[in-house]
């Protein structure tokens, strides 16, 4: 028996605006129309360019895995440019590369010994001398958007948009500091394993409300009467006013926020990707949908100063994490109720929540 699509239309006076039902977070049916629609057309966060520094260079990733699961390949060519092709040989679908690391001239499939160059056009297949109309346009290997942010890569299938909206608030407002000096720490990174769907646990990230409620330890360093929002065309920005002058930035003179104890620049990039910014660094926050009611959250943390690590906002993101999925899975628990319909916003709280539902089902079909 075929399903009614669920519809969602979140009216644009948050004073006015209803929630999402509880079925927006539970149906298969959303959460599939989100994964073959949605996230192909977003920029998604590969990695750091260090593993392309060199020409030469390819580093093999699934784009979104977990949930979109399309092999893709950076390569950085002999002329220095950056590359995004398939990683699916076209010959008989094999994985071209396999393993990042400096490769010769050419990319080779070890199954057939088709070669590419680095930017992705066929080179040689031997055993095709007598094929016909051979080589076509689908032997090469297909491009796939590419673009950074100072050292972060990210990529796209078909990007709805440019990279430079994306992040063009968080160039301008944190662009003074020394983001590209900054080093990924391996032993500062974690996975989560979060049950829970990943737009509910957008949710929880885009809001303060819950801090005195849920993070004791965050709220001790956060002045809670401070905290504010700024809205931008494809992401936004919640700022952490700390309680004291400690651990907070030196802004430049002409900084929108000069005079300010600023904490944190807590960045949301639409639709799933947190840059957190703190004195000592930036934590990449990568939210990976794996099903209806699974999500996987990776914290990449890239360090400019060790000596403030352990200090003010950005000090326990463990425990501020685990506090988060416990009340992110419980909502996602009450959601499935029967009883439930929908909630309303905070005007003066959940500006970023509305904002992210109102981009969610207005973005492309709004059929969700």
Same mark, same amino acid.
């Given at each position: 028996m075929s399903r009614t699509p669920i519809t969602v239309s979140i009216d644009p006076d948050i004073a006015r605006a209803a929630t999402p039902p509880?079925?927006?977070?539970?149906?298969?049916?959303?959460?599939?129309?989100?994964?073959?629609?949605?996230f192909p057309a977003s920029w998604q966060f590969v990695c750091d360019a260090e593993p392309v520094r060199v020409p030469r260079a390819t580093y093999p990733f699934t784009f979104l895995?977990?949930?979109v699961d399309e092999p893709l390949l950076l390569t950085r060519d002999d002329s220095d440019r950056l590359h995004c092709v398939s990683n699916v040989c076209t010959h008989r679908g094999a994985l071209v590369c396999e393993h990042a690391g400096v490769v010769g001239k050419t990319l080779t499939c070890r199954y057939h010994g088709r070669r590419f160059n680095l930017d992705g056009s066929f080179k040689h297949m031997p055993e095709f001398d007598?094929?016909?109309?051979?080589?076509?346009?689908?032997?090469?290997?297909?491009?796939?958007?590419?673009?950074?942010?100072?050292?972060?890569?990210?990529?796209?299938?078909?990007p709805a948009f440019p990279l430079d909206d994306l992040v063009a608030d968080m160039?301008?407002?944190?662009?003074?500091?020394?983001?590209?000096?900054?080093?990924?720490?391996?032993d500062r990174c974690r996975d989560y394993l979060v049950r829970a769907n990943w737009a509910l646990?957008?949710?929880?990230?885009? &809001?303060? #409300?819950?801090? +005195?409620?849920? /993070?004791?330890?965050? *709220?001790?360093?956060l002045d809670y009467g401070a905290y504010r929002?700024?809205?931008?065309?494809?992401?936004?920005?919640?700022?952490?006013?700390?309680?004291?002058?400690? &651990?907070? #930035?030196?802004? +430049?003179?002409? /900084?929108?926020?000069? *005079?300010e104890h600023v904490a944190a620049f807590y960045f949301w990039l639409f639709p799933n990707t947190m840059f957190n910014v703190y004195p000592w660094g930036i934590?990449?926050?990568?939210?990976?949908?794996?099903?209806?009611?699974?999500?996987?959250?990776?914290?990449?943390?890239?360090?400019?100063?060790?000596?403030?690590l352990e200090r003010g906002a950005g000090a326990d993101l463990d425990r501020v994490e685990r506090e988060d999925e416990a009340v992110?899975?419980?909502?996602?628990?009450?959601?499935?109720?029967?009883?439930?319909?929908?909630?309303?916003?905070?005007?003066?709280?959940?500006?970023?929540?509305h904002h992210f539902h109102r981009l969610l089902t207005t973005v492309g079909d709004d059929r969700t």
């Open positions: 509880g079925a927006f977070y539970t149906d298969p049916t959303v959460y599939e129309h989100q994964r073959q629609s949605l895995e977990g949930c007598t094929a016909e109309g051979f080589p076509r346009p689908e032997d090469n290997l297909s491009k796939a958007p590419v673009a950074q942010w100072r050292q972060f890569v990210f990529a796209s299938l078909g160039e301008r407002l944190v662009g003074f500091l020394p983001i590209e000096s900054a080093r990924l720490r391996p646990y957008i949710d929880n990230y885009l &809001e303060g #409300f819950h801090i +005195p409620f849920v /993070h004791a330890s965050l *709220g001790e360093s929002t700024e809205l931008f065309p494809r992401s936004n920005l919640q700022l952490g006013i700390a309680e004291g002058a400690e &651990e907070t #930035f030196d802004l +430049p003179p002409d /900084h929108p926020m000069s *005079g934590s990449v926050n990568v939210v990976r949908p794996l099903a209806v009611d699974r999500t996987k959250i990776s914290f990449l943390s890239y360090v400019w100063d060790d000596s403030k992110v899975e419980s909502v996602q628990r009450g959601l499935r109720s029967r009883l439930y319909t929908t909630g309303r916003y905070s005007p003066a709280r959940e500006q970023c929540v």
